[in-house]
């Protein structure tokens, strides 16, 4: 008698909520892409044949399709390695460039690291640096940003839309208050992309930079919008070398990667109509679920001015790494990427006012353009469940149960 055939039970693959982090490959990118690693394999530098000319032809028709989604001149897009190197490039060259006329920036705390950092590195360098604080939903004041630009501030650079919170900077008016006081404005709009309107003149941006792999674009591709008139800006480049990119940016370029990135900056401008309010609808349905399901959860930023595909909730008396421990089968995140191996609590919502408890309890779910509303409604489910468990187990929990109020509790320590 020959023994029955045993199957494992199916196992559900990992619901995928982390688009904030990096977005798969759009399959019409990678078909795109493909004939350029072995066909059209030529470098774009090289002018004396076919190759290179195919190979240009094809980064010239990517710069106009990028350029067209924030509705600039082809003229104006430098290629980079990504955003990190696009804000390296925007910042320091701004620095450099103009500091005869003065050696004051302007930033607000919750910037990304790519933009912190940098500020930090030329605050070493003796530039004055002013960083901003911003109020409980993420947003700078306005009246403090206009009162920091002195007779020496070159430059300003404030994120379109924050990683963490996705809470959307009013950018026509910072730069239309740039403007009038002879100021370059920069925007970190890494996140933005393919998610809100882009558009460099009437949001008066001068530099802009972008990362292909937030867009459904391939790793290892960005770009800087550098304006070209009224003001035409002038960066000093940071790469030495064969002088590409009109002098800014030195390397051969990434062709491939670079098709890539023009692909998936047509599909978001063809497409954004209609993928807006899909994402911001099945963000809705996730959040109200949660909300609903858990009590005392509380969503973090701007509600009503931030990204369609983001929420950012705090899930009190739970802490944020033992969620997302118990819940493997969804890719969350408890910051942002580039800083989530740090057990510290996320500095964009402490600098929102979060206390560190509730900083460490907060999860982002950023959802994407693959994205059902079977995945939303399965994390919502799961998400409820790991959380009312691990509060069963929580004293703290018991206490806030008893109506005891933990801030007046005096804790000692043995």
Wanted: glycine share 8%; proline share 4%; charged share 20%.
């Amino acid at each position: 008698m020959t023994e029955p055939v045993r199957t494992e039970p199916a196992i559900r693959e990992t619901v995928y909520m982390d688009y904030s982090a990096t977005t798969p490959c759009d399959p019409r990118v990678v078909q795109r892409m493909l004939p350029y690693f072995t066909q059209n394999f030529g470098n774009a530098a090289s002018r004396s044949h076919q190759f290179g000319w195919t190979a240009e032809a094809a980064v010239d028709q990517a710069r106009q399709e990028v350029a067209a989604l924030l509705h600039a001149h082809e003229k104006e897009i430098i290629w980079t390695s990504g955003s990190t190197e696009a804000n390296n490039l925007a910042i320091k060259g701004v620095a450099q460039m103009y500091r005869q006329k003065g050696n004051h920036m302007i930033t607000a705390v919750t910037e990304h690291k790519a933009v912190l950092d940098t500020m930090k590195h030329l605050e070493g360098e003796g530039f004055q640096i002013t960083w901003l604080p911003v109020d409980r939903k993420g947003h700078v004041d306005l009246e403090q940003l206009a009162a920091a630009i002195t007779d020496q501030t070159i430059l300003v650079s404030l994120m379109a839309a924050n990683n963490e919170t996705g809470t959307i900077h009013p950018l026509a008016t910072i730069g239309a208050l740039c403007k009038q006081k002879g100021v370059l404005f920069h925007t970190d709009a890494t996140q933005a992309t393919g998610k809100m309107e882009l558009n460099v003149d009437t949001q008066h941006l001068d530099l802009v930079s972008l990362s292909a792999h937030k867009m459904y674009g391939p790793k290892g591709v960005g770009c800087l919008y550098v304006r070209r008139k009224n003001p035409r800006v002038r960066l000093t480049a940071q790469m030495d070398g064969g002088g590409h990119e009109r002098g800014m940016r030195s390397g051969t370029l990434n062709v491939t990667g670079i098709i890539g990135m023009g692909e998936a900056a047509r599909i978001c401008r063809t497409e954004m109509a209609t993928e807006i309010p899909h994402l911001a609808a099945l963000r809705d349905r996730l959040q109200q679920r949660l909300l609903a399901g858990i009590p005392d959860a509380v969503v973090n930023g701007d509600e009503a001015a931030r990204l369609p595909h983001l929420t950012n909730i705090s899930f009190p008396y739970v802490e944020g790494e033992s969620l997302i421990m118990g819940i493997k089968e969804i890719a969350v995140s408890s910051g942002s990427a580039c800083t989530s191996a740090s057990l510290e609590p996320s500095y964009v919502l402490k600098s929102l006012g979060l206390n560190d408890e509730l900083a460490h309890s907060s999860i982002r779910f950023s959802l994407g353009r693959f994205t059902t509303t079977a995945e939303v409604d399965f994390a919502a489910d799961r998400v409820i469940a790991e959380v009312l468990r691990l509060r069963a187990m929580s004293p703290l929990w018991e206490m806030v149960q008893d109506g005891i109020d933990l801030s007046q509790v005096k804790w000692t320590v043995h």
